[in-house]
């Protein structure tokens, strides 16, 4: 064990040991219930009036063009799975494999070793990320689902349960009933930002989509 603990703190190791630490603590945290799973989630759009940037424009961000980055977050399924699970799907893949890497190629701790070791983990991790987010996000898109979700829930009050939800950034809110309450997926009607433990009125739902536009209450009655 003192051995496995020296070979993790190791120079070639220590950063994605130190990585996998914080994404331990964060999923600890996650739960306890301190932090909602969504916290550092990121949106990808497909541009509009309310996007800061069109990405389907030709314009070039930083040398590259936004179509580009666009498809390549896609490919990642960012946006489309919690960005939480994705991170850590990678720092365990390139903490395993650095760890591997560095004990069968280069017991001696060489730092040129250590880096052509590094873009060869950085390369087999981009790959065990797609695959084994593939099953996730059917799985995440199954459980998000709205199954049974009442056709009288129009108008009805319900209450954010996740950090923030905006026109852009889909949360969840819950329906309270007689039994169980029903959990939405929601987005803001208009540029309203709702918080965790707001109260809202459903307006609307987004056709096919699954999701429901929410309101302030106020601007209902």
């Known amino acids: 064990m003192v051995e496995f603990v020296s070979v993790a703190f ?3 190791n220590v950063l994605f040991t130190v990585l996998l630490l914080v994404i331990g603590l964060y999923w600890i945290m996650v739960i306890l219930g301190v ?10 759009f497909d541009g509009g009036p309310d996007t800061d940037v069109d990405m389907d424009s030709g314009a070039d961000i930083d040398g590259f063009e936004p179509g580009v980055v ?3 977050l896609h490919f990642f399924y960012v946006g489309e799975l919690p960005t939480m699970f994705l991170v850590s799907i990678m720092v365990l893949s390139l903490w395993t494999f650095s760890m591997l890497g560095n004990h069968y190629l280069n017991p001696e701790g060489s730092g040129a070793m250590a880096v052509a070791i590094f873009f060869g983990d950085l390369a087999i991790s981009t790959v065990v990320l797609k695959f084994v987010a593939l099953p996730l996000r059917s799985l995440y898109l199954i459980l998000n689902k709205d199954y049974n979700a009442p056709g009288d829930v ?7 349960i996740t950090t923030e939800v905006t026109k852009e950034k889909m949360g969840q809110a819950q329906v309270p ?3 169980a ?3 939405l997926n929601v987005l803001s009607r ?3 930002v709702f918080k965790k433990g707001d109260e ?10 699954g999701t429901y536009q929410i309101a302030p209450v106020e601007l209902e009655r």
């Open 10 to 12: 190791a120079p070639v």
């Open 70 to 72: 666009h498809s390549i």
């Open 177 to 179: 009933t007689k039994g």
């Open 35 to 44: 932090l909602d799973i969504d916290l550092f989630h990121i949106d990808v």
């Open 154 to 160: 129009l108008g009805k009050t319900c209450t954010v």
């Open 200 to 209: 809202a009125v459903v307006v609307k739902k987004n056709g096919d989509k």
């Open 181 to 183: 309450p029903i959990v």
């Open 190 to 192: 208009n540029a309203h």
